[in-house]
């Protein structure tokens, strides 16, 4: 069965980091793009950071400078860092991934998501 695992949420100040990761795990032939998305409390949820499988990045514009998207495709992971945190990144934030987990097209799949608090 293949799924997707975060870790690395927490609570922090503002001002402060933290290092999200996602692994792939299970019968996996190939991993396309990778993202990261996040929902706050009573907003739906908007798409953070993704990156391609040959590392082509995009962010949303509220986290350009602050936040970085990797992947190590070796180890079917991606990892999201997250400095100079506010509290409006405050939320749940979930890993997605486009997988071809047998022949034919990708599946989406995503991970359980992972708390990230930041305190004022």
């Known amino acids: 069965q293949v799924q997707l695992a975060e870790s690395g949420g927490g609570l922090v100040q503002a001002g402060g980091s933290l290092r999200l990761s996602c692994a792939a795990s299970?019968?996996?032939?190939?991993?396309?793009?990778m993202a990261w998305h996040r929902q706050a409390p009573g907003k739906q949820r908007e798409l953070v950071a993704s990156?391609?499988?040959?590392?082509?990045?995009n962010y949303v514009d509220s986290v350009k400078g602050r936040f970085t998207i990797s992947r190590d495709n070796a180890k079917n992971t991606t990892y999201l860092q997250m400095d100079s945190l506010k509290p409006e990144d405050t939320g749940v934030y979930y890993c997605?991934?486009?997988?071809?987990?047998?022949?034919?097209?990708?599946?989406?799949?995503w991970g359980q998501g992972t708390q990230v608090t930041v305190s004022s």
């Open positions: 997605a991934a486009n997988m071809w987990a047998s022949l034919g097209p990708p599946s989406t799949y």
């Open positions: 299970g019968r996996i032939f190939s991993i396309g793009d």
């Open positions: 990156i391609t499988r040959g590392g082509s990045r």
